[in-house]
């Protein structure tokens, strides 16, 4: 059955992190984040909590691959179509009216939402005009991202997605093959910053006309997602996209009122208040 830390313990080691590293996980979703835990326990063969602590709090690099395993990275070119094609449609009209456009990727991961992004913000004619400041905890995926190589045998599924998300060119137009890994185009990366940002503790470090943050804050319990869609509307100018992944929402938060439903399906919203 593997190791099953108790609650006590997930406060302790939890509590150990936060102080030696910085990284505050307290408020994520307490049986996702126990069961992260466990799994990591497993995978290293600790045989024990004290193990388990121990290593964490002394060992840097086990506590790089903590970080990967703690946070989730599944994501891949025009992941849910629907929602890209729904962005071209309703959103980018309205970004036009803007001269110059901040756009944050929040919780990137590997970077596949980001650059998708790029190319449809290309296609309609705004990319040259944005500057999409694509973050994310985890400093390993982050380089990834910044990076922009993908592995080849993905590219046939992402081909199809973004055609379901309304591409209207080629996908291989925008990435070079290389062996069995494809490298994405210098043209779309010029517009791009990268850097590493903690959801939980950091602060806003910019103004943006369009925020992305899509299935993160479902690993978070309600007091830290509330605390960042706070981090969010507060970093939105009046009248900027807010979008969030297909399970989340502002339904619930104190903030509801000071958005507008664009599209309900979608999860994109736009700050009136």
Not at 7 to 35: M, Q, W
Not at 107 to 114: D, Q, W
Not at 134 to 152: S, W, Y
Request: include cysteine; charge should be neutral; charged fraction near 25%.
């Amino acid at each position: 059955m593997g190791l099953q830390i108790t609650n006590e313990e997930k406060g302790e080691l939890l509590g150990i992190i936060r102080e030696r590293y910085g990284y505050d996980f307290s408020e994520y979703a307490e049986a996702s984040i126990k069961r992260r835990i466990n799994r990591f326990a497993d995978i290293n063969s600790f045989e024990n909590y004290f193990d388990v602590r121990h290593h964490l709090a002394n060992d840097q690099n086990l506590f790089v691959a903590f970080i990967l395993e703690i946070t989730v990275n599944v994501t891949e070119m025009f992941r849910d179509p629907a929602f890209f094609k729904c962005l071209a449609e309703k959103v980018f009209p309205l970004l036009t009216t803007y001269a110059h456009r901040k756009v944050w990727h929040a919780g990137c991961s590997t970077g596949e939402e980001v650059y998708s992004l790029a190319i449809l913000l290309k296609e309609n004619s705004l990319y040259r005009d944005t500057i999409i400041y694509a973050t994310d905890i985890n400093t390993k995926v982050v380089k990834q991202a910044r990076e922009g190589v993908f592995p080849l045998k993905l590219m046939k599924e992402f081909t199809a997605n973004y055609l379901k998300a309304g591409g209207q060119e080629s996908l291989s137009d925008y990435y070079t093959a290389d062996y069995d890994s494809v490298i994405m185009n210098k043209s779309l990366k010029k517009n791009m910053v990268f850097s590493t940002h903690n959801l939980a503790g950091d602060t806003s470090f910019n103004e943006f006309q369009m925020i992305i943050c899509r299935n993160v804050l479902i690993y978070f319990n309600q007091e830290l997602q509330d605390k960042v869609l706070q981090l969010f509307y507060e970093s939105l100018c009046m009248f900027g996209f807010l979008a969030l992944g297909s399970k989340e929402s502002i339904t619930h938060s104190k903030l509801r009122d000071k958005f507008e439903v664009i599209d309900k399906n979608e999860k994109i919203f736009r700050k009136i208040a």
